[in-house]
């Protein structure tokens, strides 16, 4: 987000790990920029127009990612664009802080088609798996509250 040009948007950039927002609001904090330290799972998110939650979903386990969705769902968000792999075939649960690929358009999360996909693997192929793609999806979090 530090190349992005965001002009007179504001930007909150949050995370759970202290030492990382310090840092981030040391070197990037300006009149429209902002970090603070803040639980997907548990913490009131503030207001947006579209959370963008990059690389998040992948490091929770089902019990938890559903914990995440419910208080997104809560939120006053308005979309949320967050990572996808739509070649994976077959969802897998995993301990928190694991990492696995998940499509979240099948069980257990059955999002709707997304309203956009952004390809995120710059380099086509770079994967030996090639179900292995990478994409940002946007959905209407209004629509996943169902």
């Known amino acids: 987000m530090k190349l992005v040009h965001l002009g007179s948007v504001r930007y909150v950039g949050g995370d759970i790990v202290p030492q990382l927002i310090a840092e981030n609001h040391e070197k990037y904090a300006s009149k429209?920029?902002?970090f603070v330290q803040l639980d997907l799972m548990r913490d009131p998110l503030p207001p947006a127009d579209v959370l963008l939650c990059r690389d998040c979903f992948i490091h929770l386990s089902?019990?938890?990612l559903k914990i995440a969705l419910r208080n997104i769902a809560k939120s006053n968000i308005t979309y949320i664009l967050t990572t996808t792999y739509?070649?994976?075939t077959v969802n897998t649960d995993?301990?928190?802080r694991d990492f696995r690929g998940i499509n979240l358009?099948?069980?257990l999360f059955d999002f709707p088609e997304p309203l956009e996909?952004?390809?995120e693997d710059l380099f086509p192929g770079h994967h030996e798996n090639p179900n292995f793609i990478r994409q940002l999806g946007l959905w209407r979090v209004s629509e996943l509250r169902q």
Do not use: C, E, G
């Open 32 to 34: 429209t920029r902002s």
């Open 62 to 64: 089902f019990h938890d």
């Open 86 to 88: 739509p070649k994976v």
């Open 94 to 96: 995993i301990v928190t």
């Open 105 to 107: 358009q099948l069980p």
């Open 117 to 119: 996909r952004i390809d």
